[in-house]
């Protein structure tokens, strides 16, 4: 994937904006809504996602429910009061980023 | 099309294989592999079940499950050590920390005597006799556990693993402060008291608070712990 390591520094960012959409989701779900919602353009590696939510998980951002699916365990993701709080901020960072970037790459358009 | 309970059993044992050797972990990464192996399938139903499934293998790279692993290692280390810090600090809080100051002053007190080189080591040595026991205690029961089921999760075993490792870490001191102390003098005791009740707390913690509330915290941790 050509554009890998452009998003790699705002994974956790997408992973939170997305949990905050959702009530709860699991791994492979994110993959999916990831690829679907950028028709395909990203495409979050499982290697990457998983250390992800762990961190997130471990600096208390996120909880974990288990639930029976079919016939096979699933574990679900969700935003603590404290990964919403950083989901706000987070996302903040990410738009003065990207509009420093525009500000960069097309000078004229952004003033 | 649904994986058959037969197939998910041999997702588990594929993660084992792979080294993925905490249930936690294999029951994710098998949700992650099925739920992968039947779009896969859906996609293209003239592929076997193996093939499918390696072709889901694949997209965790040429490492395969190893950087998952890691990391999920260092995630569930990050978590005791914030288990530690979060106990610790309860020892430095009211009422606990008025106890915590008069450890000190008891050891400060006694650590001043003409002796106190020797009651320092003397007392050091009981310490270390004591985690030693501990160690053993802890080691039984670990091996108990892995005898009687098979699931083994990463938090337990790292509670397991520091409460019965704080003697081996701190008996080989024994011989350090036998041959530098020579008799307590001047800041000495008070430096000596202030590491001893460090170290008690630490010991206390890490042997008797962590294991006693180890199963609050593995249930937070792994709702599937119960299941």
Same mark, same amino acid.
């Given at each position: 994937?050509?554009?890998?390591?452009?998003?790699?520094?705002?994974?956790?960012?997408?992973?939170?904006?997305?949990?905050?959409?959702?009530?709860?989701?699991?791994?492979?779900?994110?993959?999916?809504?990831?690829?679907?919602?950028?028709?395909?353009?990203?495409?979050?590696?499982?290697?990457?996602?998983?250390?992800?939510?762990?961190?997130?998980?471990?600096?208390?951002?996120?909880?974990?429910?288990?639930?029976?699916?079919?016939?096979?365990?699933?574990?679900?993701?969700?935003?603590?009061?404290?990964?919403?709080?950083?989901?706000?901020?987070?996302?903040?960072?990410?738009?003065?980023?990207?509009?420093?970037?525009?500000?960069?790459?097309?000078?004229?358009?952004?003033? | 099309?649904?994986?058959?309970?037969?197939?998910?059993?041999?997702?588990?044992?594929?993660?084992?294989?792979?080294?993925?050797?905490?249930?936690?972990?294999?029951?994710?990464?098998?949700?992650?592999?099925?739920?992968?192996?039947?779009?896969?399938?859906?996609?293209?139903?003239?592929?076997?079940?193996?093939?499918?499934?390696?072709?889901?293998?694949?997209?965790?790279?040429?490492?395969?499950?190893?950087?998952?692993?890691?990391?999920?290692?260092?995630?569930?280390?990050?978590?005791?050590?914030?288990?530690?810090?979060?106990?610790?600090?309860?020892?430095?809080?009211?009422?606990?920390?008025?106890?915590?100051?008069?450890?000190? !002053? *008891?050891?400060?007190?006694?650590?001043?005597?003409? $002796?106190?080189?020797?009651?320092?080591?003397?007392?050091? =040595? %009981?310490?270390?006799?004591?985690?030693?026991?501990?160690?053993?205690?802890?080691?039984?029961?670990?091996?108990?556990?892995?005898?009687?089921?098979?699931?083994?999760?990463?938090?337990?075993?790292?509670?397991?693993?520091?409460?019965?490792?704080?003697?081996?870490?701190?008996?080989?001191?024994?011989?350090?402060?036998?041959?530098?102390?020579?008799?307590?003098?001047?800041?000495?005791?008070?430096?000596?008291?202030?590491?001893?009740? !460090? *170290?008690?707390?630490?010991?206390?913690?890490?042997? $008797?608070?962590?294991?006693?509330?180890?199963?609050?915290? =593995? %249930?937070?941790?792994?709702?599937?712990?119960?299941?």
């Amino acid at each position: 994937m050509a554009n890998s390591k452009l998003y790699k520094g705002s994974l956790t960012t997408i992973i939170l904006k997305l949990l905050s959409e959702h009530n709860k989701m699991y791994g492979y779900e994110i993959t999916q809504k990831v690829k679907a919602l950028t028709k395909g353009e990203l495409q979050i590696t499982e290697g990457a996602l998983y250390p992800s939510l762990h961190k997130l998980e471990s600096e208390g951002l996120l909880d974990v429910e288990v639930a029976k699916v079919d016939n096979r365990l699933r574990k679900y993701y969700k935003l603590t009061e404290k990964g919403t709080k950083e989901t706000v901020s987070k996302l903040e960072e990410l738009e003065q980023y990207l509009a420093t970037l525009q500000a960069l790459l097309n000078p004229k358009l952004s003033y | 099309m649904t994986l058959s309970e037969e197939q998910i059993k041999n997702l588990y044992a594929f993660t084992r294989k792979h080294f993925v050797e905490y249930y936690d972990l294999q029951t994710e990464l098998v949700d992650h592999m099925a739920n992968d192996i039947e779009a896969i399938l859906e996609d293209d139903p003239s592929l076997s079940f193996e093939q499918a499934r390696d072709k889901a293998f694949k997209k965790f790279g040429v490492f395969g499950f190893m950087e998952v692993v890691e990391q999920r290692a260092k995630a569930m280390n990050k978590k005791y050590a914030k288990l530690l810090w979060h106990y610790t600090k309860d020892w430095f809080r009211l009422p606990q920390i008025m106890a915590t100051i008069s450890m000190c !002053l *008891i050891f400060y007190t006694i650590f001043s005597f003409e $002796v106190s080189s020797l009651i320092f080591v003397t007392a050091f =040595l %009981l310490l270390c006799i004591f985690l030693m026991y501990k160690a053993f205690s802890m080691n039984r029961k670990i091996k108990k556990k892995q005898k009687t089921k098979e699931k083994l999760w990463l938090l337990e075993d790292i509670i397991y693993r520091n409460a019965s490792a704080g003697g081996l870490f701190f008996a080989p001191q024994v011989f350090h402060f036998m041959y530098t102390v020579d008799g307590l003098e001047g800041y000495k005791p008070f430096i000596c008291a202030l590491v001893f009740t !460090l *170290i008690i707390i630490y010991t206390y913690v890490s042997t $008797v608070v962590i294991p006693k509330n180890a199963e609050i915290h =593995l %249930l937070e941790t792994y709702p599937e712990y119960s299941l």
